[in-house]
């Protein structure tokens, strides 16, 4: 026990232990309803059975996770504080039994991938290829999103791993490098610009400037257009590339955007000019929880295998 009375760290993990998957899912629900009712309804249990449990929870961990009125509950500030956890475990162990009911039914092992849209098209094209290749029962799915979304996926246990732009540097979150992504300029063919080698920021005053307001990639442009006292354009605001290149096309204003978000597009009407002094670029990486080899084998085995010919494949994208 510690000086206060409560249990020690280690006491309380083995006492969390005991406590089993249904009465954890017990303590989500009511966390998310704050109502005993509407949570023993949607656990299809007596609201007696469902109080009886959180009061177990309690007694087994010697913590108040609620304060309870007549017409109100709420979280403590040590149930707030374990809810992400118990939503994390309770997700890793929905994926776990969908990966065992597929080990028993298939013999198979699903690795859950996540992808920022702009390197979709390489990951698409290195999943395919390792298909092809391997003879390993692994199926691989994939979903897009935004990075923040991704990472916020990742920590849950929703992805097992996720290909997007470097964070904060996280002690839960494990990195391999793939390429870095600068950011160029996207300027009319018949435009001053077009057909210079580089382009220094401090060059684009003047100009009306879009570029995508959003995610990490708004926060780089924002940061560099204001170290250079350039404002981005009151009248045009973007969230698409196709929206973008077309305001460009028509000659209504000049694009900032990463190289990795001109793969595959049509470059009638525009020129992709390099954008120096500085060159500002965004880091993508490939991204998993630490001790991915030991929670998952197979979805570790997968990144290795993926992991550098998705280098090769994103840098192939951003030359040009």
């Known amino acids: 026990m510690s000086s206060d009375g409560r249990p020690s760290g280690a006491h309380l993990a083995t006492r969390l232990q005991a406590i089993s998957l249904r009465q954890l899912r017990f303590f989500a629900e009511l966390a998310d309803g704050a109502n005993f009712s509407r949570a023993a309804e949607r656990m299809a249990v007596s609201q007696p059975a469902l109080s009886a449990a959180i009061r177990q929870i309690e007694a087994l961990l010697d913590l108040t996770l609620f304060d309870r009125t007549t017409h109100r509950v ?87 791993l996720v290909v997007g732009v470097h964070p904060v ?26 057909a210079a080698k580089a382009i220094s920021w401090s060059d684009l005053g003047g100009n009306e400037i879009v570029h995508f ?26 969230d698409q590339v196709d929206s973008l290149f077309g305001l460009v096309r028509a000659g209504l204003a000049v694009g900032i955007m990463p190289r990795l978000y001109t793969m595959g597009l049509g470059w009638d009407g525009v020129a992709l000019v390099p954008l120096v002094k500085p060159r500002i670029v965004r880091r993508l990486v490939l991204l998993s929880r630490r001790g991915l080899a030991a929670e998952h084998p197979a979805g570790a085995q997968f990144a290795r295998e993926i992991c550098i010919g998705l280098g090769a494949a994103l840098m192939g994208s951003t030359r040009g």
Request: net charge negative.
């Open 74 to 160: 709420a979280l403590t500030d040590v149930g707030a504080a374990l809810l992400p956890h118990v939503r994390r475990l309770l997700i890793t162990a929905d994926n776990a039994f969908a990966d065992m009911a597929e080990a028993a039914v298939r013999q198979r092992t699903i690795v859950r991938m996540g992808a920022i849209p702009s390197a979709i098209p390489a990951v698409a094209s290195q999943l395919a290829a390792f298909k092809a290749r391997s003879t390993e029962p692994i199926d691989v799915t994939l979903c897009d999103g935004k990075s923040d979304s991704l990472l916020q996926q990742l920590h849950s246990g929703m992805l097992d």
């Open 213 to 238: 307001g959003g995610g990490s990639i708004g926060e780089v442009t924002s940061a560099a257009m204001r170290q250079n006292n350039l404002t981005p354009s009151a009248r045009y605001r973007v």
């Open 169 to 194: 540097e996280e002690p839960t979150l494990e990195s391999i490098p793939l390429i870095e992504d600068a950011l160029l300029l996207v300027v009319p063919t018949n435009h001053a610009f077009a």
